[in-house]
């Protein structure tokens, strides 16, 4: 029905050779599937603890706030805070804690709330990095970290709302990162 | 292997109901399919010809500039009359004309040298109505005119390369429009 090849091979794109430039047809295509984003276990919640997930979110926000998407976060101290509290909520709802998320503002709906924030595929990556700084800093238990991290790394990917490349987003699996956090 | 159904029944968007909140997957999903583009025949030149096609184009810039969508074009005249001249020689070679385009810029890979304008849904249906005004304004050949229009109908949509909804980009059918060209 279509095809997950991208606009390298299509007309729109590359491949107005003379001899197919007029009357023919690009067939349908996306532009890049969205990968599977496989929630965290309440095991994460278990170990890892409401503290520390909450310290987690906001050296976090610490870290955006120093790294080159700053401008995407409130610069009003206080509307920061807020925000920080909300980002927490869900995550410590996400990993198994309590409701405190779904109680207060309803459906997450992630991707719709951050329509309003101009997300690119590097932005996306910065707020990764940021995040892969974060677990360091907190010494997140390690036994649950690769689940915590194919969640946002999957999960941070829905976010993205502006492309500027024709090519998927970056993979960041934790194979990658894993050396990052051990001693 | 992923579905075309759209976020609203994923839970990055909806459905973290608390029974299923944790530990489960959502599954790949594309944002949605960017439709079949059906390149003009060469009629389209024949029957229109190169002074009418260049007409267009200009009407249709100078409709942009008037348009809600100004500031994503160049203020400076010159530039401007040279953005007008690369655009029209991009349609007259798409109809069916001479290779004007592609033996001076190469392979149209139109996607990506739009990449560096940010251009929503809402934009491309101001462009693709500026479009619509500019036909009747140039009394384009009803007879080719239904080419014409899903060809750029269709070819706006992958030039989106930002989302600001859930929803796919809307179509605009000529069956949709037709009524506006007959007298």
Known sequence: MFTQEFHRSCCCSKNASSNRR????????????FPEVRFPSR?????AGE?????????????????QIFYLFPTDKEAM???????ADFVVEMCGGPDYYTSTRGEPRMRSRHFSVTIDEKAREIWLACY???LKEVAFPFS?????????ESFSIRMINRRTTLEPPRRVYFDEIKNFFTP
């Open 22 to 33: 007029n009357d023919h047809v690009c067939e349908p295509r996306v532009d890049f599937v």
């Open 51 to 67: 503290k520390l997930l909450r310290e987690l979110v906001h050296r976090h926000h610490e870290n955006l706030l120093k790294s």
């Open 132 to 134: 892969k700084y974060a």
């Open 81 to 87: 805070e807020k925000l920080v509290k909300r980002s």
């Open 43 to 47: 095991r994460v919640f278990e170990v």
């Open 144 to 152: 649950v970290l690769e689940e915590f991290w194919q969640w946002i």
